[in-house]
């Protein structure tokens, strides 16, 4: 089966800096990934997409994500953040083997705290 | 237009008795999933429907949850003689069909349930 993995629970970082939130995963085939974001009460946002192509993929509200074959990661990337990017971000892959056709597979989730 | 909305946005029951959570997905996206997420936690994998196909029901908890989809649109959720750990949120998402493989989901803000 499809997975993707986040290793970290929690990211701090520096109203300003560059956010970096780690995803990994593990597929058969062509990866389908795709970066979501939750703020406090409210469901998951899109944010952006990998298919094929480029492998910096840029996305909502400032974000992107670098797609690395050879290291099978998916990391979101935003060069400065701000204190409202504090919110709960997943990666996910879609699920395109036989078994879960469509089905979308979620990482555990990694809650980042940006502070002024 | 129109996103994916779920209904009721809280509810509060008693511990035993049943509670129905709807969701109406967005027009013209056959493919719906259930997700449950406790108090700041991961997103669990409840059910999936996909147009005419047999709905994966691999995520269900126990035989208390049900879930069905009317007409390919409007979809339920029922949990029969609710207990304490199904209190939750319980989201819904659409997508285009799975055959858009790059599509992604959109999600409702979510029905809070807290069992008492």
């Known amino acids: 089966a499809q997975s993707v993995a986040q290793p970290e629970d929690q990211v701090n970082v520096a109203e300003g800096n560059p956010l970096t939130v780690k995803c990994t995963y593990s597929?058969?085939?062509?990866?389908?990934l795709f970066w979501y974001v939750q703020y406090p009460n409210r469901g998951l946002q899109f944010l952006l997409k990998?298919?094929?192509?480029?492998?910096l993929v840029k996305g909502s509200y400032g974000f992107e994500a670098e797609f690395n074959k050879s290291q099978t990661s998916f990391h979101l990337k935003k060069p400065s953040a701000l204190v409202s990017d504090s919110a709960l971000y997943f990666c996910?892959?879609?699920?395109?083997?036989?078994?879960?056709?469509?089905?979308?597979?979620f990482g555990a989730g990694t809650q980042v705290v940006v502070t002024p | 237009g129109a996103g994916v909305s779920q209904s009721p946005s809280n509810k509060v029951t008693e511990k035993g008795k049943d509670v129905e959570l709807r969701c109406d997905p967005i027009?013209?996206?056959?493919?719906l999933y259930w997700y449950r997420q406790s108090l700041g936690q991961g997103l669990e994998f409840l059910i999936y429907?996909?147009?005419?196909?047999?709905?994966?029901k691999s995520g269900l908890p126990s035989d208390r949850f049900s879930a069905e989809r009317t007409g390919g649109s409007v979809s339920t959720l029922t949990i029969q003689r609710t207990q304490q750990e199904d209190s939750a949120v319980y989201l819904c998402?659409?997508?285009?069909?799975?055959?858009?493989?790059?599509?992604?989901?959109?999600f409702g803000n979510g029905t809070r349930l807290t069992v008492t």
């Open positions: 998402a659409s997508s285009l069909a799975s055959s858009y493989y790059n599509s992604p989901l959109h």
């Open positions: 597929v058969s085939g062509n990866p389908y």
């Open positions: 990998y298919i094929t192509g480029d492998n």
């Open positions: 996910a892959v879609r699920d395109m083997t036989t078994d879960s056709w469509g089905k979308f597979q």
């Open positions: 027009s013209g996206h056959t493919a």
């Open positions: 429907f996909q147009g005419n196909s047999a709905p994966d």
